[in-house]
Nanobody, 124 residues
Framework: QVQLVESGGGLVQPGGSLRLSCVVS????????VGWFRQAPGKEREGVSC????????YYVDTVRGRFTISRENAKNTVYLHMNSLKVEDTAVYYC?????????????????WGQGTQVTVSS
């Protein structure tokens, strides 16, 4: 059974940083691309970033490029989202998702497995 568990969310002031973690169990992470998504109240879920199995392709939505960095540590079955210079508009529930295969994608339909999400709130 494939499970994804996110952690690392919380309340942070504008300009602050957080590191989200996504631990994947039940499969060997080496064979899976992983994406991070977020959903703010009243808005659709959007793809934030993704990373391929071979670290070759990474995607960042324009609003986070230069501030967020995705990375993976296969030995720990974990993917991270490093978030710097956080803004109020980054407030959302953040989800990680996994799909077997080489490449990654920013569209949610690409992914087979999802975590339950972790809340990120940016507020002064």
């Amino acid at each position: 059974q494939v499970q994804l568990v996110e952690s690392g969310g919380g309340l942070v002031q504008p300009g602050g940083s957080l590191r989200l973690s996504c631990v994947v169990s039940g499969v060997t992470l080496d064979n899976y691309a992983v994406g991070w998504f977020r959903q703010a109240p009243g808005k659709e879920r959007e793809g934030v970033s993704c990373i391929s199995t071979t670290y070759v392709s990474e995607y960042y939505v324009d609003t986070v490029r230069g501030r967020f960095t995705i990375s993976r540590e296969n030995a720990k079955n974990t993917v991270y989202l490093h978030m710097n210079s956080l803004k109020v508009e980054d407030t959302a529930v953040y989800y990680c998702a996994a799909a077997e295969g080489l490449g990654c994608d920013y569209q949610s339909l690409f992914y087979d497995y999802w975590g339950q999400g972790t809340q990120v709130t940016v507020s002064s």
